[in-house]
T-cell receptor
Framework: ETGVTQTPRHLVMGMTNKKSLKCEQH?????MYWYKQSAKKPLELMFV???????ENNSVPSRFSPECPNSSHLFLHLHTLQPEDSALYLC?????????????FGSGTRLTVV | AQSVTQLGSHVSVSEGALVLLRCNYS??????LFWYVQYPNQGLQLLLK??????LVKGINGFEAEFKKSETSFHLTKPSAHMSDAAEYFC?????????????FGKGTLLTVNP
């Protein structure tokens, strides 16, 4: 148990489907993050939330829609995705203004778009 | 702006040999530095971190890293590689002060351990 739980672990969806990824942490952290990890590419930061307010959106296409109802939960709503969106989606959390303690990551959701 | 550079996208060692994974950083203020490990289809797990205390930091699984300000480096070492060390390793940096909430990651180094 890493302290950050992501569900589902695996997801296969068609390009016309709508699905959601869920992330939950009970570490008392204030910041939460979505990352995309594609094969042979660096980690891509998608969104940052601090105390449930979005502080960063790295030009992510609108087919990805984040939601952060409170500091413990983070969602990523997916719709009309493309095959190139297939990747490992990682959620992380941290405490404080500078993430000086580092991130705690979830185990990720392996997404395949068919 | 802060950045990290990991030299070598792929490092291959024999079991029992020294592991050395290189990381150099760029930061205009004192950094906090981290090494993470990722096994296939898993999230990233914190190996160790430097937060301005001792310059030699010991982590889990026998790894350690030394912060060298003069060289702007934070290389990861392990005296004797084990097959279970095969994974991808990421160096990351953030800095004291400011409120940017996030780490900057290197591109990762894939470690292969040969029997």
């Amino acid at each position: 148990e890493t302290g950050v739980t992501q569900t589902p672990r695996h997801l296969v969806m068609g390009m016309t489907n709508k699905k959601s990824l869920k992330c939950e942490q009970h570490l008392g952290h204030n910041a939460m993050y979505w990352y995309k990890q594609s094969a042979k590419k660096p980690l891509e930061l998608m969104f940052v939330y601090n105390f449930k307010e979005q502080t960063e959106n790295n030009s992510v296409p609108s087919r990805f829609s984040p939601e952060c109802p409170n500091s413990s939960h983070l969602f990523l709503h997916l719709h009309t995705l493309q095959p190139e969106d297939s990747a490992l989606y990682l959620c992380a959390s941290s405490q404080g203004e500078t993430a000086a303690g580092g991130y705690t990551f979830g185990s990720g959701t392996r997404l395949t778009v068919v | 702006a802060q950045s990290v550079t990991q030299l070598g996208s792929h490092v291959s060692v024999s079991e029992g040999a020294l592991v050395l994974l290189r990381c150099n950083y760029s930061s205009s203020v004192p950094p906090y530095l981290f090494w993470y490990v990722q096994y296939p289809n898993q999230g990233l797990q914190l190996l160790l971190k430097y937060t301005s205390a001792a310059t030699l930091v010991k982590g889990i699984n026998g790894f350690e890293a030394e912060f060298k300000k003069s060289e702007t480096s934070f290389h990861l070492t392990k005296p004797s590689a084990h097959m279970s060390d095969a994974a991808e390793y990421f160096c990351a940096v953030t800095f004291s002060g400011g409120s940017n909430y996030k780490l900057t990651f290197g591109k990762g180094t894939l470690l292969t351990v040969n029997p």
